[in-house]
């Protein structure tokens, strides 16, 4: 088969991508998502576009044309043509790749950007637990390629997995970010929350997710759940915001320290709620001789006393904050899936100060609508909005979340109805009107249940709805409904492989690569599996390099880049054995925030990833590794492995754990001998044995290959 | 991609380790070879640049010198921002009060350069650092953003420790050289990251682990791949760089500038970097308002555009202060500017893809304004002009729809880059005569 001739198959399998209907049966389109023939036109002539232009590509590569980057076809033509790579396809499936690269692959990568085994499986193996590949595993690998998927099964079940996915989704989902101030437009007088609570609102939904990857639910359930993994701490603010708008400032709470003859103690929480009075903790005494400004009881509006529930109210008459809420400490550790669902106006919901009754809650009936991802506290905060914004800003980011797209000017989708455009961007032609033609329509399904600053409007809107985004139309429908047909997008598979390309690579795919194509419709075909999209995106050449694909060609092809903070982190944790040893000290704590970490900017598609060990990258680590020593050695996160009392062993495990190169690496020994020869050298130069050791420590620490993600 | 080709191409030339060293590591041939090699001798003068860049397309346009006198322009309210006579470069014009702050000799060097940016879009702002596909790369095809190329075109000259921007600020965009994205550094962490350990056995225990990373260098070296080889490179020179950095440091630290991460402290740490010579083009963020759809009597326009002269002019007065001046040029750029009819009452401003003003200073730039306004529908635009005047004209050698680029390739003179250079990295548009010294 020639090159053009793969390609036209290339344009089939994409035409057959696009075109397919969804596997995922919730969401057909029988459910009301209506493909309007103009758009179905339109993907028909985006998909030509795409398929001549991997023809062209194919064809000037095939006759050795010159591109504008006459990359590395011109090498492959000499030192490749057997590869199999000139076609831009890597090398097709796993299984595919197993016969291949057995083969193929120059083991030593000096002519070709291909990998060896032992670079590629440390890196997948790092990145998804943190652990470091031992020989026996490179050497399975190298034997038979097609292991590595065996391999990256059994590497997802060590806990730190779960901790890097949990970090990924965070900011993949929009879910991370300084709440303490951002959550005020939701809960006023909150900026002082509990840093427990407001953990546990940074930390909701990627639980969630994480619930729905463990159980091999569709990964697409993170755009429709209406089930969530919260806390009652949690419940307890979803329940107040959904409150009327004038309700908070209600005076109708009183709380009492010591029982009088009108204020009767209530006999437990159920009772509390019923007749809203509360019992200050014993731990907290109210000092009625401090200015005048106490009394016993007192009565609170609701948003005080939300503030009450939580410990973080500053009382007048008390000069410390409230240390011992009322929402104990237990309430935020007692996660549990819970279902919410919408309570008809009108109808009586269940109190956010009724503690005894959210603690048993499964399902939480709630005016406001939770769904998906793009409805919870984190994402609302970290997006805000306002009368002038009125929740493109909302609309635009849970997409960009939900499908790695944002709207373009040159991909104009118009919605069935479009009444809802901003008349003062509503010429027809313009940039703005390129936008907001499907923008405005779609705000509708936010702006119909929320009020500007995310709480719960009076009545809910009836303004008209209707969505329309990269060829996908729906009429009309609720936030439901919105969630439903973003879920079944068919961006939606390529959007988060792309999203893992960035995570794994630090860089995207082409995603006219055939390979990336595979792999996304490997995606789709397992229902959206997640477990099954990074087995296999990460044992694809697209991140093994073990075969030279079309996006190696056209991107900066390699990159090793430095580990950024999610994934060093994650590295200390596994191979020190210590989980959450980044938070474990305020200072290491304080360090680590200073190194880059992948963040997605407002309306940003793509990532920023820092992968250049500049000298401030390397200063910082410089900083993180010095901290670190001081507690991994001679101290007591792992006072058993790294002792200068037992040097040699710890020498072992340095280089073996710390630096992850395994002692059947041929690398091992003469880093072995640095390292003990830095131990030596540094008690010559006067140091103790324990400075000695840190400083050891910290060397490995901040080798390339502890510092880097592919040596 | 590219890179790796011209690594191939270097080691198949049999090219020198200091070429092979400069290609891998992306750092200018000066650093590697000092001045030892007179092929990379500089062409002219080059300048540092301070560059203040913002994806919210701050209000900074509304109230500059060229949009005053112009029938409907609605100029911020706020008597702190009332018409005043500013002199530039000996000529007279008005514009909002706080402009008429800067230091004379900052006015005398100061360009007001109207131009469009071409999209309304936010996340757009890596097209405009683009100049939408017109910017190239140092081989002329690829696309290179504007801080990035300028750097790349300096920073030999100036032999700085690195060849890429340092970013102070988060600006919004995800800003790449050579296509490596560059990750922002707050002042406040520059401080405890290039300080360093302390005097003592802490210190010599430094210099240890200097030697011995050179060491496991030269081990891992021998087995990697090529692109574990450039890594490796990378890795090392960061730590040379960061050793050399931390033995200058410790006076300029001590001149009780502070380093805050807002914009008077990223101005602070920017001159501090200059003195160090540690990068060509440093990115900070001065706001001038803000995304200010919604701003009530656009008091906060008001408010941030005099603290944004203030760090403007703190910035001045420190390059005097350290006699660096004349070697550094400033400049501002926004994804797009803001609308200038007065819409909302007078309570905000709408994003406008047709006019931005960037505000340039420095020795190369006659201070003045280029450029100037036309009547677009409901609101303005910039509009053509003379480049030997400066002066509006629709049919003018400039024409509006090149401003982009011709404001890029001013600075871009500005900074001493040779003309050739920049017709092969800049497409379109032409520097300005008229804002040159």
């Not at chain 2, 003045?368 to 030997?388: E, H, I, P, R």
Request: aromatic share 6%.
């Amino acid at each position: 088969m020639t090159a053009c001739g793969r390609f036209t198959d290339v344009q089939n399998r994409r035409k057959a991508w696009i075109l397919a209907p969804s596997s995922h049966k919730r969401h057909r389109p029988s459910r009301g998502t209506t493909i309007a023939l103009m758009a179905r036109m339109q993907m028909y002539r985006r998909v030509a576009l795409a398929a001549a232009l991997l023809a062209t590509t194919a064809c000037r590569g095939q006759t050795g044309q010159a591109d504008d980057e006459p990359s590395s076809q011109g090498g492959s033509k000499g030192g490749m043509g057997g590869r199999g790579s000139g076609d831009g396809g890597a090398a097709g499936s796993a299984g595919g790749m197993a016969g291949q690269t057995a083969s193929t692959v120059d083991v030593t990568g000096q002519t070709s950007g291909t990998q060896p085994p032992a670079a590629y499986v440390a890196k997948v193996k790092r990145l998804i637990n943190g652990g470091v590949a031992t020989s026996e595993e490179v050497a399975m690998v190298t034997a038979n390629p097609a292991s590595l998927k065996t391999l990256i099964d059994t590497w997802m079940t060590d806990p730190v997995f779960k901790a890097k996915m949990l970090a990924f989704w965070s900011e993949a989902l929009q879910q991370r970010g300084n709440l303490n101030s951002s959550l005020t437009e939701q809960l006023p007088g909150f900026t002082e929350a509990n840093p427990a609570t407001l953990a546990a609102v940074n930390e909701m939904f990627a639980m969630t997710a994480w619930d729905i990857v463990a159980n091999d639910r569709p990964f697409n359930e993170v755009v429709t759940t209406r089930k969530f993994m919260v806390n009652t701490a949690l419940l307890v603010l979803l329940s107040f915001m959904d409150l009327p708008p004038d309700e908070g400032k209600k005076r109708d709470i009183t709380i009492f320290h010591n029982p009088t003859p009108t204020i009767i103690a209530p006999a437990d929480l159920s009772e509390s709620a019923t007749r809203k009075v509360f019992a200050l903790p014993d731990a907290f005494v109210m000092d009625p001789t401090n200015g005048g400004q106490c009394s016993d009881p007192m009565v609170l509006n609701h948003d005080t006393f939300l503030r009450v529930l939580l410990g973080s109210y500053p009382i007048p008459c008390q000069p410390n904050r409230l240390s011992v809420p009322i929402v104990t400490t237990a309430d935020l550790e007692d996660w549990r899936m819970v279902e919410f669902t919408r309570r008809p106006e009108g109808s009586v919901g269940t109190a956010y100060y009724d503690i005894a009754a959210l603690r048993k809650a499964k399902t939480l009936a709630l005016r406001q609508p939770r769904v998906g991802f793009f409805t919870t506290l984190a994402f609302l905060a970290r997006n805000a909005t306002n009368e002038d914004n009125d929740f493109r800003v909302t609309t635009n980011q849970t997409l960009i979340a939900a499908l790695g797209r944002a709207f373009e000017d040159e991909k104009v989708t118009i919605p069935v109805r479009t009444a809802a455009v901003s008349a003062e961007h509503a010429v027809p032609g313009t940039v703005c009107w390129s936008c907001h033609i499907s923008l405005d329509p779609m705000r509708n399904y936010f702006a119909n249940e929320f009020l500007p600053n995310y709480r719960a409007p009076a009545m809910r809107g009836t303004g008209e709805t209707s969505f329309g985004f990269l060829d996908v139309t729906s009429d009309g429908g609720d936030i439901y409904k919105f969630a439903e047909t973003t879920g079944d997008h068919p961006d939606f598979a390529i959007g988060w492989t792309q999203r893992l390309c960035y995570w794994s690579n630090s860089q995207p795919c082409s995603e006219e690569d055939p390979e990336f194509i595979r792999v996304a419709q490997a995606f789709k075909a397992s229902k959206f599996k997640f477990k099954t999209l990074l087995r296999e995106l990460l044992a694809s050449p697209l991140v093994t390099a073990a075969a030279e694909t079309k996006t190696q060609r056209e991107t900066n092809g390699t990159i090793v880049s430095v580990a950024r903070r999610s994934h060093l982190c994650a590295d200390f944790a596994n191979r020190l054995m210590t989980p959450d040893l980044c938070q474990s000290d305020a200072t290491l704590l304080r360090l680590v925030l200073a190194l880059p970490d992948d963040e997605y900017g407002r309306g940003a598609v793509a990532p920023v990833q820092a992968t250049e060990p500049t000298l401030i990258n390397s200063g910082t680590l410089n900083a993180v590794c010095d901290r670190l020593a001081t507690l991994v050695v001679d101290g007591k996160p792992t006072s058993s492995r790294i002792t200068s009392a037992n040097a040699e062993a710890s020498f072992d495990f340095i280089v073996g754990n710390v630096m992850g190169v395994p002692s059947g690496d041929p690398r091992y020994t003469p880093l072995r001998k640095i390292v003990s020869d830095h131990f030596a050298a540094a008690k010559s130069a006067k140091a103790n044995s324990t400075q000695a050791m840190r400083s050891a420590f910290s060397l490995a620490c901040q080798s390339p290959t502890a510092a880097a993600i592919g040596l | 991609m590219q890179r790796r080709n011209l690594l191939k191409m270097a080691v198949s030339a049999g090219a020198t380790a200091p070429l092979w060293r400069s290609l891998a590591s992306g750092l200018p041939m000066s650093w590697i070879l000092g001045d030892r090699n007179p092929a990379f001798a500089a062409e002219g003068p080059k300048q540092f640049l301070i560059v203040s860049l913002s994806q919210g397309g701050d209000p900074l346009n509304a109230n500059t010198p060229g949009t005053y006198g112009v029938q409907d322009v609605y100029h911020n309210p706020n008597p702190e921002m009332a018409e005043t006579p500013v002199a530039l470069g000996g000529k007279m014009t008005t514009a909002a009060k706080p402009w008429s702050t800067l230091p004379e000799w900052a006015r005398q060097r100061a360009v007001f350069f109207h131009h469009r940016t071409y999209t309304n879009a936010h996340p757009n702002f890596f097209k405009v650092l683009n100049l939408f596909g017109a910017a190239k790369s140092t081989r002329g095809s690829g696309g290179e953003m504007l801080p990035s190329l300028m750097a790349s075109e300096v920073a030999t000259d100036l032999k700085t420790v690195q060849a890429e921007p340092l970013v102070l600020a988060n600006t919004g965009a995800r800003l790449t050289f050579a296509g490596r994205v560059l990750a922002p550094s707050s002042p406040s962490s520059l401080v405890q990251i290039l300080g360093g350990a302390p005097p003592g056995i802490a210190k010599d225990l430094e210099a240890l682990r200097q030697k011995d990373l050179a060491a496991i260098k030269a081990e891992l070296d021998g087995r990697g791949t090529p692109a574990q080889k450039e890594f490796l490179d990378r890795h090392a020179l960061s730590f040379t760089q960061l050793k050399d950095v931390r033995d200058k440091i410790g006076s300029l630290l001590a001149d009780g500038a502070a380093w805050t991460n807002d914009a008077l402290g990223q101005v602070n740490a920017a001159v501090t970097m200059v003195q160090l010579k540690l990068s060509p083009v440093i990115v900070v963020s001065i706001p001038f308002g803000g995304d200010n759809h919604t701003d009530p009597g656009l008091v906060k326009e008001a408010a941030q555009t005099v603290s944004g002269v203030d760090a403007i002019t703190n910035l001045m007065t420190r390059l005097e202060a350290t006699g660096l001046k004349d070697q550094v040029t400033f400049a501002t750029c926004h994804v797009f500017g803001r609308t200038l009819s007065k819409q909302r009452d007078g309570n905000g401003r709408n994003h406008n893809q047709n006019h931005h003003t960037t505000l340039m200073i420095g020795k190369g730039l006659k201070g003045g304004v280029v450029g100037g306004l036309v009547k677009m529908g409901s609101d303005f635009g910039a509009d053509g002009f003379d480049s030997s005047t400066g002066a509006v004209n629709p049919t003018g050698d400039v024409r509006a729809t090149e401003t982009l680029e011709s404001m890029a390739k001013t600075l871009g003179k500005a900074l001493g880059i040779a003309d050739a250079v920049l017709e092969t990295r800049i497409r379109g548009g032409k520097a300005v005569p008229a804002a040159l010294a």
